[in-house]
């Protein structure tokens, strides 16, 4: 069974950072993807970013040169590392592992104030 935990959220001002991390329990396989998701209020749940096995990794545009994903595998993390914040990137953030199965974490807030 794996299980995703999500940390790091919380309130932060414009143009300040914050770091979310994602521990992953269970058994990562290589070629595993991971990802970082939001669904901001009133809206739709939203890919922003992806990394693959080798480090290779997927922006959405409105988080590129802003946000980093990376992933230390032998520790079983996942990372978002998000600069610049914009009162428009306040949503519910979850991370997402696809694996022989797909598993969600279960969110943390991220509220960006103005």
């Known amino acids: 069974q794996v299980q995703l935990v999500e940390s790091g959220g919380g309130l932060v001002q414009a143009g300040g950072s914050l770091r979310l991390s994602c521990r992953i329990f269970?058994?990562?396989?290589?070629?595993?993807?991971m990802g970082w998701y939001r669904q901001p209020p009133g809206k739709e749940r939203e890919l922003i970013a992806q990394?693959?096995?080798?480090?290779?990794?997927n922006y959405q545009d409105s988080v590129k040169g802003r946000f980093t994903i990376s992933r230390d595998d032998a520790k079983n993390m996942l990372y978002l590392q998000m600069n610049s914040l914009k009162p428009e990137d306040t949503a519910v953030y979850y991370c997402?592992?696809?694996?022989?199965?797909?598993?969600w974490g279960q969110g943390t807030q991220v509220t960006v104030s103005s």
């Open positions: 997402r592992l696809w694996s022989q199965s797909n598993y």
């Open positions: 990394i693959f096995t080798g480090g290779h990794t």
């Open positions: 269970g058994t990562i396989f290589s070629g595993d993807v």
